[in-house]
């Protein structure tokens, strides 16, 4: 499964892309200024909070299962040292918490990606971002979510291909390189047919944006986002 | 009108002894209006010629003019006059749902929203479709994807309407189906320009057939003309097919 935008009608469904923008980036702002425990812990509730609201759940969260052997290995290599103790659980701890702090990161993206369509997210970005910066990073986004699902769908059809004729006996290592050698041919090949199919279709880095429009549930959502921001000032200060 | 004047596509390295001749010296012309089927087996030339058409390939030699403008001179107006869908919709569908989807090229063009909504509910609407704007893609089936692949060409509100094995991985509902919005598009008055190695869906419906063999015109002749030649060429055809008409009975009809 990838982690795509859902259409719904859930209460982040309705918001203004802008508005989440501005919980996320307030959202991180706060992450990186509050990491202790206490504080983290407090920023979990809103991350499942901003979840739910985009009727997501675990399995939103599952997807991003690749990043968490890293994520739960980074303390255990934080904390090893070359010689006697041989391990400092004060700096495991700290970079465990760290760790944590993204993992509140992706759950409150997943909650974004979910429910924001992503020429929505085009059209924030260019609003937000004037001129040809806006444009790039609004086309940028467009293709980004456009090309990984179908490059994730590719891998795992190369994946299914070679267990399909016996390959999963094969050790891990062989396994690995045969779907990242398939994997590399599909991806050009793949970026070539989605580049002559955005060809074929006429596309333009100034289209028609979809309408965006601020509606009363907005407010609370800017609200948060301020506070959120405000509050990693004020403890930064 | 699509006119293709003495056009040569080849592939490779450029050097004359790797290149291959996938087009070679092929001139017709498309009437506004026509159901033209282009025939041939596979590596005949059919797809890279009628990607000509929009631009998607560049001749080496000759010209393409679509309503008579060099197709090189103007890629936009090619390729809002020419729709195409191609022969894995899933190369062609960019966004997450359907009405995303069919939305995009009108987006690309700069349209007004009210002009967008208005092609999108009628496009979809054309491949009977309306309603299902908020559907996921993923969710789709392989004949519903390719009428959604149409509806994002339609949405184009193009002169000339090229499907490039349209019929490919289709379950024979899906194959009707098919065969019924392109018989809607031809009383509509578009072109309808089918690549295909399998002329058994589309025969009936057509006004001409040009087959390749080799990137060169083998046959270019009215379908009863044509027939008995096309299985020389590899090509597909209705048993029984000569004198008969026989894609104009669909199943979906009374």
């Known amino acids: 499964m990838t982690l795509s935008y859902a259409p719904g009608d859930s209460l982040a469904h309705r918001l203004d892309p802008r508005s989440k923008l501005l919980v996320q980036a307030g959202f991180a702002a706060a992450a990186y200024a509050y990491t202790t425990p206490r504080g983290l812990a407090a920023l979990t509730l809103l991350a499942v909070a901003c979840l739910s609201f985009a009727e997501g759940g675990p399995r939103d969260v599952w997807t991003y299962r690749f990043a968490f052997p890293v994520l739960a290995l980074a303390p255990l290599v934080a904390g090893a040292t070359l010689g006697a103790p041989w391990f400092r659980p004060e700096r495991a701890a700290a970079t465990g918490l760290a760790s944590y702090r993204v993992l509140l990161i992706l759950v409150v993206a997943a909650g974004y990606v979910r429910s924001t369509p992503v020429r929505e997210s085009r059209a924030a970005l260019q609003r937000t971002v004037p001129g040809r910066a806006g444009q790039f990073l609004g086309v940028g986004v467009a293709l980004v979510f456009r090309f990984l699902p179908l490059l994730k769908r590719d891998l795992l059809t190369a994946r299914e291909a070679i267990r399909a004729r016996g390959g999963g006996a094969l050790p891990v290592r062989d396994r690995m390189r045969l779907v990242a050698v398939a994997g590399v041919n599909r991806a050009f090949g793949r970026a070539d047919r989605l580049g002559t199919a955005l060809n074929a279709r006429c596309f333009a880095w100034n289209p028609t944006l979809p309408r965006l429009a601020f509606g009363r549930g907005d407010a609370v959502a800017l609200a948060v986002g301020c506070g959120l921001l405000a509050a990693a000032v004020v403890r930064a200060l | ?254």
């Open chain 2, 1 to 254: 009108m699509i006119d293709v004047n003495g056009v040569t596509c080849r592939y490779g390295d450029g050097s004359d002894d790797g290149a291959v001749t996938a087009v070679d010296d092929v001139s017709l012309s498309v009437p506004d209006g026509e159901f033209l089927v282009v025939a041939g087996a596979n590596g005949s030339g059919k797809t890279t010629l009628v990607r000509t058409f929009n631009g998607l390939a560049t001749p080496d030699a000759g010209t393409v003019a679509v309503n008579g403008t060099p197709v090189a001179d103007d890629l936009v107006a090619a390729r809002t006059a020419v729709g195409m869908v191609f022969q894995d919709p899933r190369d062609q569908l960019v966004a997450a749902t359907v009405g995303a989807d069919v939305a995009f090229g009108p987006e690309n063009l700069g349209l007004a929203h009210e002009e967008i909504d208005r092609r999108v509910a009628a496009a979809l609407d054309a491949v009977n479709m309306a309603g299902r704007g908020e559907d996921r893609i993923a969710s789709l089936s392989g004949g519903e994807r390719e009428r959604v692949a149409i509806a994002g060409a339609l949405a184009m509100e193009p002169d000339h309407l090229v499907l490039d094995e349209p019929f490919t991985g289709l379950d024979e509902p899906a194959r009707r189906s098919v065969v019924d919005r392109l018989r809607e598009r031809r009383r509509a008055g578009t072109s309808v320009i089918v690549v295909t190695h399998d002329l058994r869906d589309v025969l009936g419906l057509a006004d001409r057939v040009v087959g390749l063999a080799d990137g060169r015109v083998a046959v270019d002749a009215a379908p009863e003309a044509a027939v008995g030649d096309l299985p020389g060429l590899d090509v597909r055809v209705p048993a029984g097919a000569a004198g008969t008409r026989a894609g104009e009975t669909s199943a979906s009809d009374p």
